[in-house]
């Protein structure tokens, strides 16, 4: 089995590959559309802007191939591979996700209390709101590891799979099908996070 | 449910090996880095904080191969930091495994590097380090591992470099570095209260109490400490579960 990890040209993905190596997965970066040839996975690790993402998405032609692959096999999206599988996102109106789920990116309220911070930056609390395989072995309100500004705050019940609070309430896990996206790292999230990975190169559609 | 406060154990490492100085100084060798983190992140760490204190060019390859080891083995935040220059510099310690860069020095002679740093990699692995001494008005920044005072002060320069796009301040009192007397809440508490980033107190961590107070005193996000995890006298466990008692929101 080989997993392909996205590199779309401006996210660090050696954590990720790292990460699915120690669990024994052998992976391929994904870089133009002929690499999606071979895979039996793939896996979209992602920082920085949607905006840039989805530019850089169409600028290396992967959006038709990736589209495809979003049908046809398992596919993990972390963090900025969270949001891009959303329309758009406040972050960078006009750019078009991938469209997956209908709803949009947003940006976190203004806080009234000047202790929370943006970007959501360290570890907190995922509260399972609905089973799913990738969850397997892993307790509710476990915490994981978050780096982001903007987040998914609306989305159809049935495809959410986690919350998490910071400030307000956001989707922490999402999902349909053969789908699986997390806005926290499970690469950086220790044991709990290794355990996602190992359930996601378990997962079968 | 919120944010849970970080414990970060710090490994100062030259030409491969664990040191540790007091006040700057007196450097004694203190084992394995790769070692030390894999227990760190058993016993609980929530980050890693690798600095590579004397980072001459000769020893860069050392630096990057200690770096790729404990990437390899430890899969939560990992900082690096010590003789980081450009944005070359800071792909090329992402590339090799860290998650996180820290700049100190760099900063203050060429304070662009932040700004292009962060917009070429996100402010999320930029942590801006300072050092920084009470002048008995406020605090005088200093750069080269403590040796040259410089004329800014600490508040006003964590200021800047937030606005030039850093995503955390890594605070270090060189008062408290090495006293094991608690940290400096004051400095602390100046910063925490005009930031919006994170930021992280270290300098001074000698017992429980000294890392409550840091949190709660001086209102710091994470805390970082090296000899008192690396010497066993206090555990990261150990902190935590007083933390949790103290009705902080921590990860165990």
Known sequence: MKVGVIDYGASNIFSVVRALNSLGASTKIVKTPEDFKNIDKLVFPGQGSMGSCSKKLSENNLR?????????????????????????????????????????????????????????????????????????????????????????????????????????????????????????????????????????????? | MSVTIRII???????????????????????????????????????????DIDASYEARSTTLDTVEKIANQVFIPFTVGGGIKSVKDVEVLLRSGADKVSINTSAIINPKLIEEASKEFGSQCIVVAIDAKFNGKNWSVYTHGGKNKTELDALSWSKNVEQLGAGEILMTSMDKDGTKSGFDNNLNETLANNLNIPLIASGGAGELNHLVDAIKIGKADAVLAASIFHYKEISIRKVKEVLKRESLDIRL
Request: net charge negative; aromatic share 12%; charged share 25%.
């Open chain 1, 64 to 205: 038709d191939s990736l589209i495809d692959a979003l049908n046809n096999f398992p596919f993990l999206g972390i963090c900025l591979g969270l949001q891009i599988l959303f329309s758009e996102s406040e972050e960078s109106e006009g750019e078009k996700g991938l469209n997956i789920f209908s709803e949009k990116i947003e940006k976190f309220s203004e806080f009234e209390d000047k202790t929370l911070k943006i970007p959501h930056m360290g570890w907190n609390q995922v509260e399972i709101s609905q089973n799913h395989f990738l969850f397997k072995s892993i307790k509710s309100n476990e915490n994981f590891y978050f780096v982001h500004s903007f987040a998914s705050k609306e989305a159809n019940q049935n495809e959410i799979f986690s919350k998490t609070f910071h400030g307000e309430i956001f989707n922490s896990a999402v999902g349909k099908d053969n789908i699986f996206a997390t806005q926290f790292h499970p690469e950086k999230s220790g044991k709990s996070g290794l355990m996602i990975l190992k359930n996601f190169l378990d997962w079968k559609i």
């Open chain 2, 9 to 51: 154990p710090c490994l100062d490492v030259r030409n491969g090996r664990v040191v540790k100085g007091i006040n700057f100084e007196d450097i004694v060798d203190a084992g394995d880095p790769a070692e030390a983190a894999k227990r760190y992140d058993i016993e609980g760490a929530d980050e890693i904080c690798m600095l």
